[in-house]
């Protein structure tokens, strides 16, 4: 983390849009060069925030949590768990250099221009990609991160310590946005073109998120409240048609043979000929199973599952060249409303923001457009089918516990290729209500992302022993 200066993978630098319409209009007024300073860096922190999303981390943490196979080489050693730090530097790199450091910079500009909507947009940003260090890894550097000069060691605060601080940053970046004050970003800002609106709704899920991560389901359900409201709220990162230039990174990855998602456990849940297919009287999931997959069957059997990179005019899969990635959605922030609601208020509340979702889905929801003519269904639950004996309710277990069964679920398969999945796993792990993701090798599942091989080699704070993937991390602990 302290010397990621030499350079920052954001694979091709990432595009998104094209080069002119990023910059465009950015030097509009020549005397305040310091402004469009500020605002190049906001579109660059912003690339270096998807890559941590959406590509490495993403797909070990799929390897991790039922949604992907790895086949061979690479992918084959890190499904069954053999992974080295130095699988994870350049995820490190884009953390710490791509966002956290960029966020330092962006912020000192901010200053100069008193532009608190940029400082706000950018604080987002950052408690989004801390977030995700500390999720993956535990104790991680924070408060001493991005001041090389001051900290060339820093220290690894503690997971528990971040989590707070990640809460007061994002109640800093509401208030700035609050605020609406300074010049907008425009076409700068890649998601939300500056909307203050949309940041704020964005930052209350964030705090959800977090609050869920450790546990506090109160302050998770009031949070997700106030979180995004419609699917147009959602953060996503956008993506084109450009070959290598601003695809969508799994379908970038195509290419590679070593990952798909043959065996996975998703694939059993979500397919009607499985025994373990979750479908009942109001649940029809065979249009999301071919929205996330492609497969070969024969006599009724489905094999060969890839996942779906289809781009044509008349099928879109989920990994299409230009489908937008999930980074904090409606869908997310819904269905924290439903976890959430359920254990602070009971079945009534679960029940009711699980509806609301399921009232989502049934119109088409996330599921691209191009599959929504196909069988989906998604009709409203009933107290009663959550009792013993229920439609819902297949273990006969009590009617809360097959509520809460049916959330998780629900949360793990609408998270499919997402660090999220792998985030709740681990998050119930001991629970006596989980989604029974089985091991890939051997009887234990992994708790956490290894540290980067860099950074142990160069700061004198990174922990020795270094915690191998088994080791929960310590919120995980209790």
């Known amino acids: 983390m ?39 860096l906001l579109t660059g922190l912003q690339l270096g925030n998807i890559t ?15 949604y992907f196979t790895g086949i061979d080489r690479q992918y084959r050693d890190i499904y069954f768990y053999n992974a080295s730090g130095g699988l994870f530097n ?44 500390t999720s993956g890894w535990g104790d991680v550097p924070f408060a001493q991160a991005a001041d090389i000069a001051q900290f060339p060691n820093p220290v690894f605060d503690k997971q528990e310590d971040i989590y707070k601080s ?55 359900y009031r949070e997700a409240q106030l979180g995004i409201k419609n699917a147009e709220g959602s953060l996503l990162a956008p ?6 230039i601003n695809e969508n990174f799994y379908f970038t990855g195509r290419s590679i043979t070593d990952i798909d998602s043959q065996g996975a456990y998703i694939t059993t849940i979500l397919d009607p000929a499985s025994a373990a297919y979750r479908g009942d009287a109001k649940t029809d999931e065979r249009a999301r199973l071919n929205f996330y ?54 079945l009534e509340e679960g029940l009711l923001q699980l509806n609301k ?65 792998f985030n709740d796993l681990r998050r119930t792990r001991k629970e006596s209500v989980v989604v029974p993701v089985p091991a890939n090798n051997g009887s234990v599942l992994p708790e956490r992302f290894v540290f980067a091989q860099d950074e142990v080699n160069s700061n004198t704070n990174a922990p020795n022993p270094v915690p191998g993937v088994f080791e929960p991390t310590p919120v995980n602990k209790k």
């Open 52 to 66: 941590i999303h959406e590509g490495h981390t993403a797909r070990v943490a799929g390897l991790w949590s039922g």
């Open 357 to 421: 979702y399921r009232a989502y889905l049934n119109e088409g929801g996330y599921i691209g457009t191009t599959y929504r003519e196909e069988n989906f269904k998604y009709e409203p639950y009933v107290a009663a089918d959550f009792t013993a004996g229920g439609i819902a309710n297949k273990k006969r277990e009590a009617a809360g516990d097959a509520l809460l069964r049916e959330i998780l679920e629900e949360r793990y398969i609408t998270f499919f290729g997402q660090i999220l999945g």
């Open 239 to 244: 993506h084109g048609t450009s070959s290598g």
């Open 166 to 220: 990640l809460q007061k940053l994002l109640d800093d970046a509401i208030a700035d946005l609050e605020t609406n004050q300074g010049t907008t970003p425009g076409v700068a800002d890649i998601h939300f073109g500056g909307n203050t609106t949309k940041w704020i709704d964005v930052a209350h899920t964030l705090k959800a998120r977090f609050y869920l991560d450790v546990r506090d389901y109160a302050n998770a």
């Open 293 to 346: 997959l492609t497969y070969t069957e024969a006599n009724g059997v489905k094999s060969n599952f890839k996942h779906n990179y289809t781009s044509t005019a008349t099928k879109r899969g989920v990994f299409a060249q230009d489908a937008p990635f999930p980074l904090i959605t409606f869908q997310e922030n819904q269905l924290i409303h439903a976890e959430a609601g359920y254990r602070v208020n009971g």
């Open 2 to 40: 302290k010397r990621f200066k030499r350079y920052i993978f954001i694979p091709l630098l990432m595009v998104l849009l094209s080069c002119e319409s990023i910059v465009d209009e950015l030097n509009t007024d020549p005397n305040n060069p310091a402004q469009a300073s500020a605002t190049l």
């Open 90 to 133: 350049v995820s490190w790199q884009n953390i710490y250099y791509g966002v956290l450091q960029q966020t330092k910079l962006l912020e000192e500009q901010a200053r100069l221009t008193n532009n608190r909507v940029i400082a706000g947009i950018a604080k987002v940003v950052k408690a989004h990609a801390a977030g995700a260090a």
